[in-house]
Nanobody
Framework: QVQLAESGGGLVQAGGSLRLSCTAS????????MGWFRQGPGEEREAVAV????????YYADSVKGRFTISRENGKNTMSLEMNDLNPEDAAVYYC???????????????????WGQGIQVDVSS
């Protein structure tokens, strides 16, 4: 069983930056596809950024391209999301997710992920 824990959320002014981190415990996660998803009030959970197990492949939602950067350190079982130039539309609960038995590919469907963190709130004031 894999447990995921997010950290780094909070309140930031529009135009500001935040860095989210996800730490995995349990089995080593170097073979997992890892992703950040977010869910706003009344909205479906959506993929924000995903990184393949090797780190060679990444996916970004169009709304965050050029502003967010996903990274991972397999030796430390951690994944991060650097978020810059935040705007109120980025406010949501952000979730860390992992998919086991992954090809070196960026999966983006919530149903394709096996493990989820509890979520962390990101608020952006205008």
């Amino acid at each position: 069983q894999v447990q995921l824990a997010e950290s780094g959320g909070g309140l930031v002014q529009a135009g500001g930056s935040l860095r989210l981190s996800c730490t995995a415990s349990g089995r080593a996660f170097s073979s997992y596809c890892m992703g950040w998803f977010r869910q706003g009030p009344g909205e479906e959970r959506e993929a924000v950024a995903v990184v393949s197990w090797s780190g060679r492949n990444t996916y970004y939602a169009d709304s965050v391209k050029g502003r967010f950067t996903i990274s991972r350190e397999n030796g430390k079982n951690t994944m991060s999301l650097e978020m810059n130039d935040l705007n109120p539309e980025d406010a949501a609960v952000y979730y860390c997710a992992a998919r086991d038995y992954s090809a070196d590919y960026t999966y983006t469907d919530v149903r394709q992920f096996d493990y989820w963190g509890q979520g962390i709130q990101v608020d952006v004031s205008s």
